[in-house]
Nanobody
Framework: QVQLVESGGGLAQAGASLNLSCTASERTFFRYTLAWFRQVRGNEREFVTAIAYNGRVTNYADSVKGRFTISRDDKNTVYLQMTSLKPEDTAVYYC?????????????????WGQGTQVTVSS
């Protein structure tokens, strides 16, 4: 079974940048839509961004547009570049894999998830 492993989380001050990575254990990772979600304890998992298998289609939550950028390589890694961080970006960030090429926002479209990495932004 494929495993997704996130890395790059940590503590940052408001206005700073952080970069997350998610690496898959399989070679067919490039065939799937990849997404980032985030979750604050007690809240539902929230869509952040997604990128289609070919990298040509992306989707962003309104709250991160212009600040976050998703990208992927042609092997098994997806990246999330986060700039101008805000305290409300504090959450556990998860990467996910799905089949829908239109980069949907619903978590129901993603069947494989990583364990998550904590991002904390201080004011």
């Amino acid at each position: 079974q494929v495993q997704l492993v996130e890395s790059g989380g940590g503590l940052a001050q408001a206005g700073a940048s952080l970069n997350l990575s998610c690496t898959a254990s399989e070679r067919t990772f490039f065939r799937y839509t990849l997404a980032w979600f985030r979750q604050v304890r007690g809240n539902e998992r929230e869509f952040v961004t997604a990128i289609a298998y070919n990298g040509r289609v992306t989707n962003y939550a309104d709250s991160v547009k212009g600040r976050f950028t998703i990208s992927r390589d042609d092997k098994n890694t997806v990246y999330l570049q986060m700039t101008s961080l805000k305290p409300e970006d504090t959450a556990v960030y998860y990467c996910a894999r799905g089949a829908a090429s239109n980069c949907p926002k619903s978590s129901l479209n993603y069947v494989t998830w990583g364990q998550g990495t904590q991002v904390t932004v201080s004011s």
